[in-house]
């Protein structure tokens, strides 16, 4: 018996909710069928840990029968690429699909109704996966009735963003890290061009790597997603304020390097006891890329 046609149309929608430790965009749909979030940032998520997307970022996947009868839809959290979908540059798949899952695989939704479900993390209790950037792809299909040749799916990506650590006992995943993740600069004075951290760069690979370093602001624009900035924080206004020590850095086979960042707030009253955040962007001149989040405090 031939198997029923899957029909995809990938929609997003640019409006948002913010939560303090996750982001959701839209909704993703087909006709008939529609999911909300269409687009999930989860971060800070810790190691060894369960975390309940419910309880810690009051979040609920939401499916929605456009239909007039009920539906049956399967769940499957799977890499991108098994999913067909494409992910921000600086997110890596995640290792193991099955860290992230849902409380229920099947679902029946009635006819023109919505199901809330919950979602759970559990990254194992190893501390090179701290530091980690990573995306998953969603998988939700109706499941066909007797007699059905088509089948609705949509496709979110849902991205994971685990626990900064700077000091680590082993080497992150990947062939690129990392460390720390995320700095914090409290009460940054302005104008003072003070050394505000470093960062370490792993390359994991057997092989050096050329690797540009540089600042960068994510810009949204219609239609395209972007790294959103953490709760609470606004991009900095120039990306010159976030300055690397080096624009370009070779490291070789299973080594690190540091680099020295400097943050340099214009001294104006407008600026003062502000929330920043800052992008430093680390890619190989072929393969991964990874991005470490500079957030400061602004004060006088």
Known sequence: MRAPARIFVFLLFLFGIHF????????????????????????????GQLYDMEHQTKTLFKIHNGS????????KADRPDKVGVKVLRGYASIPDPAWFW?????????ANGTEEINMFV???????????????GIDVEGKPEAGEGLVLAVSP????????RAELKEKPAGFLGLAPATIVLEK???????????????????????????????????????????SGFSWIHKKEWLKPSVSALKIGP????????HMDIPEKTDLLNQRWEGIVFVESEEGPADFARVQVKSSE
């Open 20 to 47: 303090s430790a996750g982001t959701a965009w839209g909704e993703k749909k087909d006709i008939g069928l529609s999911v909300e979030p269409g687009w999930l940032l989860i971060r800070n998520v810790p190691v």
């Open 68 to 75: 007039d009868k009920p539906r049956r839809y399967r769940l």
């Open 102 to 110: 849902f409380e229920k695989n099947e679902v029946l939704v009635q």
């Open 122 to 136: 559990r990254i194992p209790d190893e501390e090179k996966y701290c530091n980690q950037k990573w995306a998953l």
């Open 157 to 164: 990506v849902f991205y994971i963003e685990t626990e900064s």
């Open 188 to 230: 940054t004075a302005l104008g003072k061009n003070k050394t505000t951290s470093t960062i370490k760069v792993y390359n994991n690979d057997s092989r050096p790597h050329f690797y540009k370093i540089g600042s960068i602001i994510p810009h949204a624009e219609p239609g395209r997603q972007v790294i959103p900035p953490s």
């Open 254 to 261: 299973h080594e690190q390097k540091s680099i020295t960042l």
